[in-house]
């Protein structure tokens, strides 16, 4: 049964007649979305712990990404101003077929969430620069041997844990939207149900009561006279 319905259909139990199968039925129902905040609880707090645990490995890998971001732009810019940019971009066509980076993406579970698992592998079909080195700048090696490598490496890295942390976050989100939603809607509305057919309920039971003790007397009367 979906503990999260809708505060419309939760307001129907108003139409529910006072009986006692019907209070039975709803203190069944009270006690299962007990349980069910109880879970939802236990699972926020699971989540909570798992991103505490996580985040600051997070944060050491955005700021080692901002580093070799930074570091990138300012090689990137230093081969510009000795190589010319459309020798650069001639460059960069043709050396798309000499290398490539092989990126596989897996889902796993943790704490109930589904997180992603990237492995890369960076691929040098060609051992040989596809440039001469006398006309070209030492920048340039450095930044396609050295810093680029790493540049691809610790991007996908970032992308991963950032991917995590944003699932976390939306599954923490929805965890919490669910728990108000049975701590101010649906267990205070059944709560309330449950004392009004209890209230109806020893009414009914007074009310005959007090009518059979008057059908009783009126017996009683009648055989005395």
């Keep these: 049964m979906n503990i999260t319905k809708k505060h419309g259909e ?10 006692k199968t019907n209070l039975m039925n709803l203190q069944e129902r009270l006690h299962f979305a007990n349980q069910g905040r109880e879970f939802l609880d236990y699972k926020r707090q699971e989540l909570i712990l798992e991103i505490k645990k996580r985040w600051t ?11 070799i971001f930074k570091k990138s732009l300012k090689a990137l810019n230093g081969v510009y101003m000795k190589f010319s940019k459309s020798s650069m971009v001639l460059l960069s066509q043709v050396m798309k077929g000499q290398r ?5 993406v897996h889902q796993v579970k943790d704490v109930g969430v589904k997180i992603p698992k990237i492995r890369h592998e960076q691929v040098i079909r060609n051992q040989l620069p596809s440039y001469a080195h006398s006309s070209s700048p030492v920048e340039l090696d450095r930044l396609i ?3 680029l490598p ?10 991963e844990k950032e991917d995590i942390m944003l699932k976390f976050a ?6 919490n939207r669910r728990m108000n ?3 101010f809607i649906i267990i205070p509305e059944l709560e309330q149900q449950i004392k009004r057919i209890k209230t109806l ?4 039971e007074r009310e005959n009561f007090v009518r059979f003790k008057k059908t009783k007397d009126m017996i009683e009367r009648k055989y005395d006279a």
């Design 10 to 19: 939760i307001m129907s139990f108003r139409k529910i007649k006072p009986t």
């Design 57 to 67: 490995s997070y944060l050491e890998t955005r700021e080692e990404f901002s580093r």
């Design 100 to 104: 490539s980076v092989s990126v596989k």
């Design 145 to 147: 041997d050295e810093i």
């Design 150 to 159: 790493e540049f691809i490496s610790i991007m996908l890295q970032h992308a």
């Design 170 to 175: 939306h599954n923490f989100k929805n965890l």
């Design 181 to 183: 939603s049975l701590k």
């Design 201 to 204: 309920l020893e009414e009914y």
